[in-house]
């Protein structure tokens, strides 16, 4: 019985400690829409994406970069599902607005800021994370420093809003006051019964660090406006095609 | 834009407003009648009284002499009047620039807006057509000067319009008494013979002035459109404006920010009242050495939210330079829009829509409008051309998004040339070299043939492949022309998540 009282007393101890941490049950407790990640839930604190927060993606190259907009916008799809917009920042912007249809979402909805240097799009992004009738604010930029980052932590804070900090090609993974931070690349895409041909987006994501939840590495895919976990197995083994030869 | 002018002449405005109010009277000869020089003179004769040689002008007793059964009724001017304004504000659904002329007419200032009816023609006939309806003989037409279009509503038979620039030659053959002239320079002028404007209009102005005075010069100048005339209208358009006079020459950014604010708070109460919002604004600050410095803003939507409007100025005001003092402020809204309900169409489903405007105004303010796209499907299939930017945030696609072609989530600006090695024609490339870099292909989906729309733009058709690299990288290449032709071309186009 002892045992049981002291589990009791650690986890409302730990509870307490999330909540002076900013993460109050709350916050994260109410409607927390189910992002399909359910594989992954162990990591979390709580067992679910924190919102109201924001998250870091690195990604190294633009095949990276392509992967983690692609995971975003798979978060995105189920958060924009009440209908609220989204505010893409970017500097050197490639992304296509049309391809954002595969992942449920209506383009329409998110108003996009081109902006031509770093420094703006922090301003905009901590602007935009201000503003509680958006529902999430996506920002791709290269460097940034702790206490920029601080400042975006300080602004969802009050508006609860989420954010996306992309960072394309940092020169130095430097620490950043994040809730997470991850890295999303592309692995050989999955077609079912091994046909030829592309198949379903699959993305290794790593989880390389997270705030009270436990960092580790899973698969992902994207079928059906859904994600699917795939198993480390399957997802680890390049399929080659069968070669198919027509007359 | 050449302005253009519509003039309304009533003849019988008097005795169609008696018959408005008793239609009984409509076929019988009436006349108004008032005291002149101790008898009674006729003031307006009804058509059917026009008709038996009962004109305007005529003393009472002879009128009764031709025709014993003529009705007379008292002539009252200051009713006349309130009704010619009023109707004068009738026609500013015609044109917003409506003014009373004279006791028996109104004249529009129409530039721009014969279009909206489909051309002058059915414009004039329009308003011809309202009027009739509604009871008045009208004549009017359509001239570049207002003299013009008076002179060939009162005193012409040819058509009711005037072509642009062809205003000398309507006047020539119109009477002198057209030109608005006094009756004493009328009567010299037949007595001298001149029955028609075209025969003095060419004459030095010198002669002109020596014989009639200086009003036949201003009033011919005013007709041909080398002396301004000033309309007067019905409903002045009062530009939104506020100014606030300095005592003492202000140079301190908190100043500044006072007179803004007090500004902004008497704009908006105003702009409130009509329910109007503003789009853009401009702040100027007179300074005592005469220079003028300014600083504008731009809204996404239409605002009349004080607190908003001054966090917009607020980025701006360092910029000012205030030197030895500013004496005068003035705030401008050059572009105000109705603050109507239709604002919260796209935004209204969740989350407070306006907070999003007024971050996207903040964020204009900042980094410029340029740097806001929003985008809505286009009804294309080359990849380019398939979405289309759009200006405004409550503008909807007109047709939905097109799920069924998987596009890529990256797409570069502008397809970049590659090297690939294909095993046969047709056959989906098995490696392909980037700037240098080889990449080895092991999944490939394709063609998708995407054609030029013809008509748009000439040239190559597209066959796109959907590629993977060994790496799970996925791309989108496309070969530019047939094999058939001779060379191709290909291109990587973008990526896929």
């Known amino acids: 019985m002892l045992g049981l009282d002291k589990k009791d007393i650690v986890r409302e101890l730990r509870e307490q400690l999330l909540a002076i941490q900013g993460f109050k049950r709350s916050v994260i407790g109410q409607d927390v829409p189910d992002f399909g990640l359910n594989a992954m839930a162990p990591a979390f604190p709580f067992g679910v994406l924190p919102l109201g927060a924001v998250h870091e993606f690195i990604s190294p190259t633009s095949a990276c970069a392509t992967a983690a ?3 975003v916008a798979g978060l995105l799809s189920t958060l924009m599902t009440n209908d609220m917009s989204c505010l893409w920042v970017s500097t050197k912007r490639s992304l296509f607005p049309a391809g954002l249809t595969y992942f449920g979402i209506q383009p329409h909805r998110i108003v996009f800021i081109d902006v031509r240097t770093d420094r703006e799009a922090l301003w905009v992004m901590e602007q935009a994370l201000k503003c509680n009738a958006l529902v999430a604010v996506v920002a791709e930029l290269g460097e940034l420093s702790f206490a920029q980052s601080q400042r975006l932590q300080l602004a969802v804070e009050d508006s609860k809003v989420t954010g996306f900090l992309h960072r394309k090609r940092p020169r130095r993974e430097n620490t950043l006051a994040c809730v997470s931070r991850w890295k999303i690349r592309p692995i050989a895409s999955h077609t079912a019964g091994n046909m030829p041909g592309v198949g379903i987006p699959v993305w290794e994501v790593r989880l390389e660090k997270i705030r009270n939840g436990k960092p580790g590495t899973w698969y992902f895919g994207w079928k059906d406006g859904a994600f699917i976990s795939i198993k480390p197995q399957d997802a680890t083994v390049i399929k080659v095609p069968k070669i198919e030869r027509y007359a | 834009m050449p302005r253009r002018y519509l003039a309304i002449w009533l003849p019988y405005l ?13 076929d019988k000869p009436f006349v108004l009648a008032a005291t002149e020089k101790g008898r009674m003179v006729i003031k307006a004769s009804s058509p059917k009284a026009m008709q038996e040689g009962i004109a305007v002008g005529k003393v009472l007793a002879d009128a009764r002499a031709i025709m014993p059964a003529l009705q007379e009724f008292d002539y009252e001017p200051e009713v006349l009047s309130s009704v010619l304004e009023a109707l004068a504000e009738w026609c500013m659904r015609f044109s917003p620039i409506a003014a009373v002329d ?6 529009l200032d129409v530039s721009g807006c014969p279009h909206l009816w489909g051309g002058e ?3 004039l006939q329009a308003i011809t057509a309202r009027m009739a309806q509604g009871g008045y003989h009208i004549k009017a037409a359509i001239a570049d000067t207002i003299g013009t279009a008076w002179a060939v509503a009162r005193y012409s038979a040819e058509p009711a319009i005037v072509e642009i620039g062809k205003h000398s030659e309507a006047l020539t053959v119109l009477p002198p008494e057209a030109l608005r002239l006094e009756s004493a320079v009328v009567q010299r002028m037949q007595k001298l013979g001149f029955r028609t404007i075209g025969q003095f209009m060419n004459m030095p102005k010198s002669t002109l002035r020596r014989r009639f005075g200086d009003s036949l010069i201003q009033r011919l100048g005013q007709a041909l459109g080398s002396h301004p005339e000033i309309l007067k209208p019905v409903c002045p358009i009062e530009p939104y404006l506020e100014r606030l006079v300095c005592l003492e020459p202000i140079c301190t950014a908190t100043g500044i920010e006072i007179a803004l604010r007090h500004l902004l708070e008497q704009l908006c109460k105003r702009l409130e009242q009509e329910g109007k919002g503003i789009r853009t604004a401009v702040f100027k600050g007179y300074r005592i050495d005469g220079n003028v410095q300014q ?5 996404s939507r239409a605002s009349g939210s004080e607190r908003h409007l001054f966090r917009l100025f607020e980025l701006k005001i360092a910029t000012i330079e205030p030197a030895l003092g500013i004496e005068l402020f003035v705030l401008e809204a050059p572009l105000v829009e109705e603050l109507g309900d239709l604002q919260d169409k796209l935004w209204d489903t969740k989350g407070d829509q306006s907070k999003v405007a007024e971050l996207l105004d903040n964020i204009a303010g900042k980094v410029g409008m340029q740097a806001i796209h929003r985008y809505l499907p286009a009804e294309q299939h080359w ?46 490339p098995i490696l392909f070299t980037h700037k240098g870099k080889v990449f080895n292909l092991t999944k490939a989906d394709g063609p998708e043939r995407i054609e030029q729309e013809w008509w748009a733009a000439d040239g190559q058709p597209r066959d796109y492949y959907r590629v993977e690299d060994a790496k799970g990288a996925r791309y989108w290449l496309f070969r530019a022309g047939h094999y058939a032709d001779g060379d191709v071309q290909w291109f990587l186009h973008g990526f896929f998540a």
Do not use: C
């Open chain 2, 383 to 428: 990849p380019e051309r398939s979405i289309i930017e759009t200006g405004s945030l409550d503008q909807m696609p007109a047709t939905p998004w097109p799920q069924d072609k998987w596009r890529p989530l990256h797409l570069l600006e502008k397809p970049e040339p590659i090297d690939v090695m294909v095993p046969l024609p047709d056959y989906p």
């Open chain 2, 14 to 26: 008097a005795t169609d407003r008696l018959i408005k109010i008793d239609p009984d009277l409509k």
């Open chain 2, 102 to 107: 004279g006791t028996d007419g109104i004249i």
């Open chain 2, 121 to 123: 023609e059915p414009y």
């Open chain 1, 69 to 71: 907009n692609g995971f």
């Open chain 2, 295 to 299: 600083i504008s803003i731009g809204t």
